[in-house]
């Protein structure tokens, strides 16, 4: 069984489909009135195949209502799938919404039991993470005051650090990444880094840093498709690209926002590494993430092959990241808006 | 073992969520936990001087005021437990819908943290009925009618509970529902108060032996418990089935709610 599981990936989707009706009550009142209104379905995921092993991060990104929560409800066997297989070999935590079912009025200790028991850890092993949990979420001696006098960052990062140290084979996050200030973040990545030998790690984050940082892979999700292969393609015809030939996209995120708006149209252009000046708008694709992505230039550096940092206009923090010549494909020179 | 391991989960599980509704329940109120005795104590006065006034002072030479606080302590149990579990799934949703919880652990807890104001209420109940020196207890046959109406209201609650997450209409229709069954229970009125001709209906209905189990069990009133075998084997394998259904209907609760 043992040997089993180190062999098997973790997690596994095989052609999963998930449909929802998104007018259950009205299909309901239909079908005693004997009214034949076909119900609204949408499908939020189609034809689903993916594995996680021991020992992987692997990053869900893409749009809002994409389907990303679908897919870690169904990992964590919170949704049924309609069709295809989900199979999930070892223990799961899954923070989906980060503090779900925490109670204002009791305690951080009686916090700690109740959302223990939430996230599915055995009883035994609650009284273990305690300490632990309590000493990572710097808490201190608010432990046992009611978390009403909490302030927000003081209950997710409990909660965070609560399914951190949760001792399951799999962990699920849905955006608990994202929370306190920018110590508690660093030491959270440490922490993941840390215990990823031991489990395999599904997330969901916006912050496409963190991405860059934390995940081994990238699984890329539009209207409920993994859009993976087809752009890898795009960018590899990009990359074959000549000096000085010029290519079109589409903004898909407001991280540059006020300069490009979700659904402007760039044109960028191929150019030299070595032509980059600060705040340069520039694009590059990461090896572990198959999307293009526009970034300002925060600096340019000369060592090893030459890099530099970016960071997108709209975020603050952490979302900066280091790009080398080779990960580089050209640089904004057009763009406008659609209205 | 495997069985033990599963409910020693689960009643790790309920507590800690019965623990959870107790502290809330009256965070914030002065009174506090004295409500558990005060709300029955409240009721069974109100009633008995209403009613007192109508029937007898006395039931078999038990103080009318006794004979509705006994039948307060259990109906209090069974309703609230019934109305709190029904609800419970939709004011859970936030932790239904983002984690694999077994959600027998929440109703669990509802049930728990009821059983806890039964207790209270009991005590109460037995030191009243000690003062006014109308005490006969047999714990044995108290524990027996005490079973059988925690099966029958964990069945009625894992029923109201799961269709309430289809139909919201539920918790409305249980109230009424309730209400009906109070009136045909004895509780408020002693089963010699009704004639004979109707007297049927009235055994028709499982919780009146419950019931009467119940009072005659703390308080000296004459009461055949050999009658209660045959619920008890019921009321225990209607709460199997409706828990295996139950089982199968939760799956899809975080779609539905």
């Not at chain 1, 007018?23 to 034949?36: A, D, E, H, V, Y």
């Not at chain 2, 409910?7 to 936990?33: E, H, M, P, Q, V």
């Not at chain 2, 010699?192 to 007297?199: D, E, V, W």
Request: net charge positive; proline share 4%.
């Amino acid at each position: 069984m043992k040997t089993n599981s180190k062999e098997l990936p973790r997690i596994e989707f095989i052609d999963v489909s998930k449909t929802f009706f998104i007018n259950p009550t009205n299909q309901l009142r239909s079908f005693i009135l004997g009214k034949k209104n076909p119900p609204l379905r949408i499908s939020v995921s189609q034809h689903l195949n993916f594995k996680i092993n021991k020992g992987e991060i692997v990053g869900l990104y893409g749009p809002n209502g994409s389907g990303k929560s679908t897919v870690l409800r169904l990992a964590a066997g919170i949704l049924q799938p309609d069709d295809g297989k989900v199979i999930v070999r070892g223990s799961i935590a899954s923070v989906i919404e980060l503090g779900a079912g925490l109670h204002f009025d009791l305690t951080g200790n009686e916090n700690i039991n109740l959302y223990a028991t939430i996230l599915g850890i055995p009883q035994e092993k609650i009284n273990i993470l305690r300490n632990k949990a309590i000493e990572f979420s710097g808490i201190g001696n608010f432990i046992d005051v009611p978390m009403k006098y909490y302030s927000s960052g003081m209950r997710s990062r409990l909660a965070t650090s609560i399914a951190l140290f949760a001792d399951t084979d799999i962990l699920l996050l849905d955006e608990a990444i994202a929370v306190g200030d920018s110590d508690f973040r660093q030491k959270f990545m440490e922490k993941i880094k840390k215990i990823k030998k031991n489990k395999a790690i599904l997330f969901i984050t916006h912050d496409v840093g963190l991405l860059q940082h934390l995940s081994d892979r990238v699984l890329l999700m539009d209207h409920g498709n993994f859009k993976n292969t087809e752009n890898e393609i795009a960018i590899w015809r990009i990359q074959k690209m000549p000096i000085g030939k010029k290519f079109q996209g589409k903004v898909q995120s407001n991280s540059m926002y006020p300069f490009l708006k979700k659904g402007d149209n760039l044109t960028i252009i191929k150019n030299r590494f070595s032509e980059i000046r600060k705040d340069d708008i520039i694009a590059f694709a990461l090896p572990n993430m198959p999307q293009v992505i526009v970034h300002r230039v925060d600096n340019v550096y000369k060592k090893d092959n030459g890099y530099c940092i970016t960071r997108g206009d709209s975020s603050i923090g952490l979302d900066t990241w280091k790009v080398t010549p080779n990960e580089y494909l050209g640089k904004v020179v057009f763009s406008f808006s659609k209205e | 073992m495997k069985l033990v391991k599963i409910f020693t989960n689960f009643w790790f599980g309920a507590s800690i969520f019965a623990f959870r509704d107790l502290k809330t329940r009256y965070a914030g109120s002065i009174l506090g936990a004295i409500w558990i005795i005060l709300y029955p104590l409240s009721m069974a006065a109100i009633t008995s001087i209403v009613f007192a006034l109508a029937f007898q002072k006395t039931v078999e030479n038990v103080p009318f005021f006794l004979y509705t606080l006994a039948g307060f302590s259990a109906w209090i149990f069974f309703v609230q437990t019934i109305n709190s579990s029904t609800r419970s799934l939709v004011q859970n949703r936030d932790i239904i819908v983002n984690n694999n919880i077994p959600t027998e652990f929440i109703l669990g807890g509802v049930a728990l943290s009821r059983c806890v104001d039964l207790c209270i209420t009991t005590i109460f109940l037995i030191i009243s009925a000690t003062f006014l020196d109308v005490i006969s207890f047999s714990p044995w046959f108290f524990l027996k009618s005490i079973l059988i109406l925690l099966l029958i209201t964990c069945t009625l609650s894992l029923i109201s509970a799961a269709s309430n997450v289809y139909f919201r209409d539920v918790q409305a229709l249980v109230d009424i529902f309730l209400n009906i069954i109070f009136y045909a229970t004895p509780i408020i009125y002693p089963l010699s108060a009704i004639p004979a001709r109707y007297l049927w209906i009235f055994n028709l209905n499982p919780l009146t032996p419950v019931f009467s189990g119940f009072r005659a069990s703390i308080l000296p009133f004459s009461f055949n418990f050999s009658s209660l075998n045959l619920i008890l084997v019921i009321s225990f394998l209607s709460l199997l089935i409706v828990f295996i259904v139950y089982k199968r209907l939760e799956k899809n609760f975080s779609q539905f709610l």
